[in-house]
């Protein structure tokens, strides 16, 4: 009598089941001491790999849960570490400023600048100040390194700075000493220039180094008078020249109007202020 493969597994595994169960039930029905003593030889034979791997399963997933704690608590303490170096180097830009106002010999106000989301807002500052703190229109805004912009109007309790980086922004300015006049203005629109600033009309027969500082001269032009002294920027480049006519140089601004978070607005009238900007331009 032959038995198909089927069948033959089949009687295979009613056996085996049978088996067990009635080891089963004899594990059972015997005393306690047996059944310890079968259960740990069986932990250390048959069960031992499968043990050992729940072991290290249970290894691995404290592990896991460890890391994924230092992770979090080292990213907590990276923000709070970022947090705290802005604070400080918001604290110093708030003592230096306190510093100007200190030294500066000429009426002034302090203000916040106002973050607003416009397509000008690179151009343009609103001001924390008006005209109920003595604001007017073309009152020159400075921070603790010098020139940022200039009011162009004013309503009751804020303001509207026009600042350098506009392409309508003019100031006549100097070098230290007074030998050499010109006109600063934005020097391009558009692409890296928009963050450098050009000396214009400097007389051809006249050479300013590089590295020399240019000032606001105090005389009257398109945007007001401005105080005589207050640091614009440093010369860093030759722009155009006209040969025989004048001569153009390219200026790194001593404020970045981005990183400014609070300035002084000067609603005196004009005198020389360049010893309350010392050092403030290097």
């Known amino acids: 009598m032959t038995f198909a493969p089927d069948s033959f597994s089949s009687r295979r595994d009613t056996i085996a089941f049978v088996v067990c169960l009635i080891l089963s039930f004899g594990a059972r029905l015997a005393p306690p001491v047996v059944q310890n003593a079968a259960a740990e030889t069986i932990g250390r034979t048959i ?18 849960g460890r890391y994924a704690e230092v992770i979090t608590l080292r990213d907590s303490v990276l923000v709070r570490a970022l947090a705290t170096t802005g604070l400080e180097e918001e604290n110093e830009r708030l003592r230096a400023l306190l510093g100007l106002s200190s030294q500066l010999r000429v009426g002034h106000v302090s203000a916040q600048v106002l973050h607003q989301s416009s397509p000008a807002s690179g151009l343009l500052a609103l001001l924390s100040a008006g005209a109920n703190d003595g604001v007017t229109p073309r009152a020159p805004v400075v921070a603790e390194d010098g020139l940022v912009g200039v ?48 000396l214009r009309g400097v007389p051809y027969q006249q050479q300013v180094p590089l590295g020399t500082v240019v000032y606001t001269s105090g005389l009257g032009g398109r945007s007001g008078v401005y105080p005589r002294g207050i640091p614009i920027g440093t010369i860093i480049a030759v722009g155009d020249e006209r040969e025989g006519w004048s001569r153009t140089y390219v200026v790194r601004a001593a404020v970045h109007p981005a990183a400014v978070g609070h300035v002084i607005v000067i609603t005196g009238t004009s005198v020389d202020v360049a010893n309350a900007f010392v050092g403030a331009v290097r």
């Open 47 to 64: 069960l031992a790999p499968f043990l050992y791997l729940q072991e290290q399963s249970e290894v691995i997933k404290a592990s896991r």
């Open 151 to 198: 009011v162009q109007s004013v309503g009751p309790d804020r303001s509207v700075a026009l600042l350098w980086t506009h392409p309508d922004f003019r100031v006549s300015a100097m070098t230290r000493d007074g030998s050499v006049f010109g006109i600063v203005a934005p020097r391009g629109s558009e692409g890296p220039n928009t963050m450098l600033l050009e």
